[in-house]
């Protein structure tokens, strides 16, 4: 599998590149502090294509493929990687479920708007007692008529009190477990939505991530997609994508670390020499680029894979288990070359390792990608 870049994947890198570093760059330090959501520059991802990247054009998304959205969603994690996540949330779990779920209906009421950067989509599947173990949901949705009764709390919900519409997983016939579990687009405006909680987070921070109450919010039935009991099988299909994602977030991070150590082992210097010079800094900066490297490869593989048509889950969680890791070793490593500078917001490298850590918890964690990984193997 050879990985030789198109004419329009580097174009595609290139803008994202640039975008990232003049529009996004400036107000990233501030908006970390403050923790202020990038609204504006959100409306621009969307003008740009970048929020509905892999949804066909006729769907109001830009129609390029899976390894051009892994490229730009990598410039724009470099920078900052809040705004890559919202990216990510919005590409992934939203519009590419609509994308391959979605009704004729639903494509033309949520997805076009969605893909264009019109709307801005949130994902609901974690609760307080259902994280990791997604079958156990506790937010109920009953049948009414032509409508749903929603009732419950939804934790951790990226974009949540930004998002003109969440695809919100609920229960709609618990004696069915897994398979009495459907999804519901429940768009911002419904009576009995609310908006319960913005967490004070230790990275990410100019992202928006809040817990989500439902009180008889009442859900159209056309607003369902896919079958009733088609929930928990499109969550799982869903966060597949969505690793590849939260994998190329990661290695954004990780390649900005890098980047930031290389420059500051330049031009420090220590004994007379820039520390560059010292075989301890070059065995560290060996070892970053050697690991990005490799974790880029598994997340260019199961990219292909996924554009191919292929199998491509056991890659997925392999990307973004070691890509995460990765980041935060990176961070890590690139504090340890700045030293005692590497411990200030100014050199930025420690907003690098509050931003990697996240990596390896959300849209499943690494101990949950090592199941994922092991099951496919051992299933045959």
């Keep these: ?25 400036p107000s990233s330090i501030e908006r970390d502090e403050k923790g202020e959501f990038p609204y504006e520059i959100v409306k621009k991802m969307g003008e740009l294509g970048f929020m509905g990247m892999i949804v066909p054009e006729e769907h109001g ?30 590409n992934s779990l939203v519009c590419q479920g609509l994308t391959l779920w979605g009704n004729e209906e639903q494509k033309e009421r949520f997805l076009k ?22 079958t156990n949901q506790h937010t109920v949705a009953v ?14 919900i990226t974009n949540g009190s930004t998002a003109d519409v969440v695809i919100v997983i609920a229960a709609t016939d618990k004696s069915k477990g897994a398979h009495g579990i459907s999804a519901l687009l429940v768009e911002k405006n419904a009576p009995g939505f609310n908006v319960a909680k913005k967490e004070k987070k230790l990275g990410i921070r100019s992202s928006d991530t809040v817990s989500l109450s439902f009180t008889d919010c009442r859900v159209p039935a056309a ?15 869903i966060l597949d994508g969505g690793r590849i994602g939260i994998a190329a977030q990661a ?8 980047s930031a150590s290389l420059s500051y082992a330049k031009q420090r210097k220590a004994f ?28 260019f593989k199961a990219a292909a894979l996924k554009e191919e048509g292929k199998p491509y889950g056991r890659y997925s969680a392999m990307a973004k288990l070691l890509a995460s890791k990765v980041a935060v070793n990176a961070a890590l490593e690139a504090i340890q070359i700045h030293g005692g500078y590497g411990y ?23 101990e949950i990608q090592r199941i994922v990984i092991s099951r496919d193997l051992l299933k045959d």
């Design 251 to 258: 290695i954004g991070i990780a390649k900005a670390s890098l």
């Design 344 to 366: 200030v917001q100014e050199y930025l490298v420690e907003r690098y390792l509050r931003d990697a850590k996240i990596t390896e918890i959300y849209e499943g964690t690494s």
């Design 143 to 156: 049948r009414s008529g032509d409508d749903y009764i929603l009732n419950g709390t939804k934790n951790w």
């Design 61 to 90: 998304g830009a129609g390029l493929d899976v390894m051009s959205y892994v490229l730009a969603l990598t410039e724009i994690s470099k920078v900052d990687a809040s705004c890559g996540v919202i990216m990510s949330v919005n």
């Design 223 to 237: 607003n369902r997609i896919g079958e009733e009991g088609f929930g928990f099988k499109f969550a799982m299909k």
């Design 1 to 25: 599998m050879i990985f030789d870049l198109t004419e329009t994947q580097l174009m595609i890198q290139s803008m994202a590149r640039k975008f990232a570093e003049e529009e996004i760059a």
């Design 272 to 299: 007379g020499h820039p520390i560059a010079d010292f075989q301890a800094i070059q065995f560290k900066i060996a070892d970053m680029a050697t690991s990005i490297d490799a974790a880029e490869m598994l997340i």
């Design 113 to 134: 708007p969605l893909a264009s950067g019109k709307m801005l989509g949130a994902f609901a599947l974690s609760e307080p007692e259902a994280g990791s173990d997604a």
